[in-house]
């Protein structure tokens, strides 16, 4: 079993739903909880990270993180075309990133 | 605008040959990563360095995978030899060591080993 699991989806919304990602791990001692988004043939780039237990709302995107039951979420309100892309779940341990499969969504104009 | 910078950015080759990519991490950040991904795997870590030291290799297959970092500008993943298996996006991260697991990606290299 990996230590993050992530449904790769696909998942296909119209332009202005809510997408809603989430994951789940096994490591308890994970203390950052991040989220990086990956368009075709680019590399990850930073979305969200949170510390620890909570929400964090950047705009039109919101991250939570329940320690207790080790699940994590990103929530994308007004979803625009452009948000079309892969959003991958990261965590770390010992400053080694575990990454989640990453869910593939497109946003349908 | 500061970023990653890998070489090359495709490469095509076959079973048997050397492949080494490149990368520049980005000016002031004193950790870098190397990272493989496939539709299989995902995501792996392959190694990573900090002030030019090796920290963590145990990603990498060591008989034929070797990570160096000459200089601060510059680090270096070698395969040899390569296998069909070796086939991915190789993407090279770098940080400021702050904690929190902010890796700035470069562009990624994709091999294709025949």
Known sequence: QKEVEQDPGPLSVPEGAIVSLNCTYSNSAFQYFMWYRQYSRKGPELLMYTYSSGNKEDGRFTAQVDKSSKYISLFIRDSQPSDSATYLCAMNNDYKLSFGAGTTVTVRA | ?114
């Open chain 2, 1 to 114: 605008d500061a970023r990653v910078t890998q070489t090359p950015r495709h490469k095509v080759t076959e079973m048997g040959q050397e492949v080494t990519m490149r990368c520049q991490p980005i000016l002031g950040h004193n950790t870098v990563f190397w990272y493989r991904q496939t539709m299989m795997q995902g995501l792996e870590l392959l190694a990573y360095f900090r002030n030019r030291a090796p920290l963590d290799d145990s990603g990498m297959p060591k008989d034929r995978f070797s990570a160096e970092m000459p200089d601060a500008t510059l680090a270096t993943l070698k395969i040899q030899p390569s296998e069909p298996r070796d086939s991915a996006v190789y993407f090279c991260a770098s940080d400021d060591f702050r904690g929190a697991g902010e890796l700035f990606f470069g562009e990624g290299s994709r091999l294709t080993v025949l």
